[in-house]
């Protein structure tokens, strides 16, 4: 049974490692040196859990802690989506994502914005099936990581009429 609820600070050990889980896996998939980046990764993973858990939420699966998402600042930007590997393809990021636009929407926000790398087609292909469409792609430095990375912003308008819509160029299409 899955459980999305407020995240503790006795969590956040926890929730870092889940998220660090997450990103070694999608990196290693297109072939990236994760050893190279894991303790840069780590310490970000663990700083912003330890200090953000107040905007985490948490999925539980059957009592076990498989992920977590944030919207960092309370507004329509969501920060963060990591499901451990072991738990990934049950529905978990998409019930964590919903629960994350729920609280954006009661904000008064008109849409929900995320980003993520430009090569985690994957996570795209999610995005993109759950209402998003690629808004942009750009190029910014990761402080904890060091060194600049490839991203695309995301964008759900839950309105979809309220905004007019770029023609879609094919690009990051499924």
Not at 85 to 110: C, D, K, V
Not at 165 to 170: A, I, V, Y
Request: with cysteine.
């Amino acid at each position: 049974m899955l459980v999305i609820r407020p995240a503790s600070s006795a969590e956040a050990q926890d929730l870092a490692k889940i998220g660090l889980a997450a990103w070694e896996n999608v990196i290693n998939l297109w072939g990236e040196d994760a050893g190279r980046l894991r303790e840069n990764a780590r310490n970000a993973y663990y700083d912003f859990c330890t200090r953000g858990w107040p905007d985490i939420l948490v999925a539980e699966w059957h009592g076990d802690l498989a992920g977590w998402g944030a919207c960092e600042k309370a507004d329509d930007f969501i920060t963060d989506l990591w499901v451990h590997p072991s738990f990934q393809g049950r529905g978990i990021g998409t019930a964590l994502l919903e629960e994350i636009e729920t609280g954006i929407r009661q904000r008064g926000y008109s849409a929900a914005r995320l980003d993520t790398h430009a090569r985690n087609i994957a996570a795209i292909r999610l995005f993109k099936r759950l209402g998003y469409r690629v808004k942009t792609y750009f190029v910014s430095y990761s402080e904890p990581l060091d060194e600049d990375i490839d991203k695309v912003e995301m964008i759900k308008e839950f309105d979809p009429g309220a905004e007019s819509k770029p023609e879609e160029d094919g690009l990051y299409s499924p």
